[in-house]
């Protein structure tokens, strides 16, 4: 695993005083990253350190609390938020041993009343961890973060693709977004169950802090695997089904998993973009030769994968492709 993901400052895109040969530079670079493995890792986001640790510190909070008290807070199919136990499910893996990790699951929070809850009831407002810890506070901060760096990302790739920024920033009103909050337990040196079986995420793009603990691995091109490695106050970027749909097949969606060989628990907590339920995501580009895709409405395909997670359930539309592999 000697090879390794590109590393594109990004600082460009947050700075005014940025000179456009600079902004064009960083936009290539993560056009050619995307392009051709489908991850990067990012610097110069201008996440503060503050607001990093801070969720660092919720995630531990919300795993370090007794699970007897997460019994009345556990994920249903009718609403996916709240505590998933440890091997709760396989998602979406065709039968495969369960996914050796716990999570607790959150999305882009609606109240009961605004008028988007009658429309789809894929939206609501969140399940907060009973924990003494103010955790909705740290992962809001955190969010809205992750958000100002995904709607730049967006908006520098398509002006990359030659397509108007201002069409797929105009997806992200009122969106599906969502974020799940990680603990794998400690492994060891040689052992073979999965964190996370080998998949592809489903979604425009998918923001992940530096982990300290690794485990992430991604397939390349030619099918081997390579560590996804990044420095503190770094981020691992991918390419989500969505976004690789939406550019016909120009930004690719990328298989990788997840192993935790280490005495450690490790944690994350993935932001994973996803466009507003009404979105058709069709290509917005001739497709590249070989790429041949029907298009998908954000909320169905977000609501066929969520009910897929549960074993007596399966995917319903052909078109969605989640990467499984076994291997």
Same mark, same amino acid.
């Given at each position: 695993?000697?090879? +390794? /993901? $590109?590393?594109?400052?990004?600082?460009?895109?947050?700075?005014?005083?940025? &000179?456009?040969?600079?902004?064009?530079?960083?936009?290539?670079?993560?056009?050619?990253?995307?392009?051709?493995?489908?991850?990067?890792?990012?610097?110069?986001?201008?996440?503060?350190?503050?607001? /990093?640790?801070?969720?660092?510190?919720?995630?531990?909070?919300?795993?370090?609390?007794?699970?007897?008290?997460?019994?009345?807070?556990?994920?249903?199919?009718?609403?996916?938020?709240?505590?998933?136990? /440890?091997?709760?499910?396989?998602?979406?893996?065709?039968?495969?041993?369960?996914?050796?990790? @716990?999570?607790?699951?959150?999305?882009?929070?609606?109240?009961?009343?605004?008028?988007?809850?009658?429309?789809?009831?894929? =939206?609501?407002?969140?399940?907060?961890?009973?924990?003494?810890?103010?955790?909705?506070?740290?992962?809001?901060?955190?969010?809205? @973060?992750?958000?100002?760096?995904?709607?730049?990302?967006?908006?520098? /790739?398509?002006?990359?693709?030659?397509?108007?920024?201002?069409?797929?920033?105009?997806?992200?009103?009122? #969106?599906?977004?969502?974020?799940?909050?990680?603990? =794998?337990?400690?492994?060891?040196?040689?052992? @073979?169950?999965?964190?996370?079986? #080998?998949?592809?995420?489903?979604?425009?793009?998918?923001?992940?802090?530096?982990?300290?603990?690794?485990?992430?691995?991604?397939?390349? +091109?030619?099918? &081997?695997?390579?560590?996804?490695? &990044? !420095? @503190?106050?770094? =981020?691992?970027?991918?390419?989500?089904?969505?976004?690789?749909?939406?550019?016909?097949?120009?930004?690719?969606?990328?298989?990788?998993?997840?192993?935790?060989?280490?005495?450690?628990?490790?944690?994350?907590?993935?932001?994973?973009?996803? #466009?507003?339920?009404?979105?058709?995501? $069709?290509?917005?580009?001739?497709?590249?030769?070989?790429?041949?895709?029907?298009?998908?409405?954000?909320? !169905?395909?977000?609501?066929?994968?969520?009910? &897929?997670?549960?074993?007596?359930? !399966?995917?319903?539309?052909?078109?969605?492709?989640?990467?499984? =592999?076994?291997?």
């Amino acid at each position: 695993m000697s090879a +390794q /993901l $590109a590393t594109v400052d990004i600082s460009s895109l947050f700075d005014a005083q940025a &000179s456009a040969q600079d902004r064009a530079h960083c936009r290539d670079a993560l056009h050619h990253a995307l392009r051709d493995t489908g991850f990067a890792v990012l610097r110069g986001t201008g996440v503060p350190p503050q607001t /990093l640790l801070n969720m660092r510190q919720a995630v531990a909070a919300v795993f370090d609390t007794p699970r007897s008290q997460y019994r009345d807070w556990v994920v249903q199919k009718d609403n996916y938020r709240g505590y998933v136990p /440890l091997a709760y499910f396989t998602p979406n893996a065709g039968g495969a041993r369960a996914d050796q990790y @716990e999570a607790w699951k959150l999305h882009w929070q609606a109240s009961a009343s605004d008028p988007i809850c009658a429309a789809s009831a894929l =939206y609501g407002p969140n399940r907060w961890p009973p924990v003494d810890f103010d955790v909705q506070g740290a992962v809001q901060a955190y969010w809205a @973060e992750m958000t100002r760096v995904n709607d730049a990302l967006l908006a520098a /790739l398509f002006e990359a693709l030659g397509l108007d920024p201002a069409v797929v920033l105009a997806m992200m009103d009122q #969106p599906l977004t969502n974020m799940t909050l990680l603990n =794998y337990p400690p492994g060891k040196p040689k052992d @073979e169950s999965w964190g996370i079986h #080998p998949h592809k995420d489903f979604n425009f793009l998918t923001l992940l802090a530096h982990d300290p603990v690794g485990g992430l691995e991604v397939r390349t +091109q030619d099918g &081997s695997w390579i560590e996804a490695q &990044s !420095a @503190e106050q770094e =981020y691992v970027l991918n390419v989500g089904d969505m976004l690789e749909l939406l550019t016909g097949g120009r930004l690719v969606s990328t298989p990788h998993r997840v192993t935790n060989r280490s005495a450690r628990q490790r944690q994350s907590f993935p932001y994973f973009s996803v #466009p507003r339920f009404d979105v058709v995501v $069709a290509p917005m580009l001739e497709p590249v030769p070989g790429f041949s895709r029907s298009p998908l409405q954000s909320g !169905a395909a977000s609501h066929d994968i969520w009910y &897929s997670n549960w074993p007596d359930e !399966a995917l319903t539309d052909a078109a969605i492709d989640l990467g499984n =592999y076994a291997d």
